[in-house]
């Protein structure tokens, strides 16, 4: 198996930066691109099967198309996959500036683990059905030839899809340092945990103070998470073409404390209040990252992900 190391000129991240201001993109790069990455959902025989098919198709219809997939999976089809490529897992930064476009397929877990891969920009993303949920998925794998046929040739529409920063600071503000993810597509959750008692969260955006949140805790989401917790919580179902921050409290002791949408450049802070009387536990796309304490805050701030929709 080869390692890929050259990226190709075709989706260049200047040009990204410069069309943040929409959503939707009538122009697509017209360069054809040279490297498709490939995730899969693990432990599933019918998203096995449907790699199987989805690369073979891939390598006999685009010989010149390098396709790379995790080096796990690389490994477990060394035999029936002997054409694919790998990055090494001590060098994932090379994913971010090899990968052209790439296809999913699963549900939204497996959307979700594919934009940790790219901490910064992202390249277009076509996403098959194949999981147990699909919010987040656009298009059935039957149809997958065609979608694939018309994503490579350009023949496409991409929609902007944000996501969240996130970062943990200490009172006098230091950057606390966690292993895990900083980037978030879903959302970002600040909960009491497994501690009985509400939390006290004082809430400021750019600097100001707006409230504070006497609750089980507060979610910040995208509206892509709209879907997600934040909608089990009673938030509203945002459509991803309005950019947005989307906050809303988990089981609030005030009536008057509802769901706010905020402009995608806020800059919010979210801060463990003296009142609160146990630490509070920050989770990032359902995982868990870290216990804050009184005085200890959480920064979000938008940023974005190319997608195909």
Known sequence: MARIVKSSPCLTRS?????????????????RPRNVLI????NDYKVEKALLEVANWLHKERPDLNIIVEPAVAEHYREKLPFVHVIPPDEKQEYSRTVDFAITLGGDGTLLHLASLFPKAAPPVVSFSLGTLGFLMSFHLKHFRRVVSDMTAGKVSLMLRMRLFCSLHL???????VDGKEVVMNEVTLHRGRFPHLTSLGCFVDGEYLTECVADGLIVSTP??????SLSAGGPIVHPSVQS??????CPRSLSFRTVLLPPSANIRLEVGEASRSQVEVSMDGQEVFLLDKGEYLQVRGQFLWGVM
């Open 245 to 250: 921050l989307v906050m809303t409290p988990i």
């Open 224 to 229: 892509t998470g709209s879907t997600a917790y």
């Open 171 to 177: 009172p006098s503000g230091q950057r606390i340092t």
């Open 15 to 31: 040009k990204q930066k410069k069309q943040v201001a929409s959503c939707r993109f009538p122009e697509v790069p017209t360069e």
């Open 39 to 42: 995730i899969k959902k693990v």
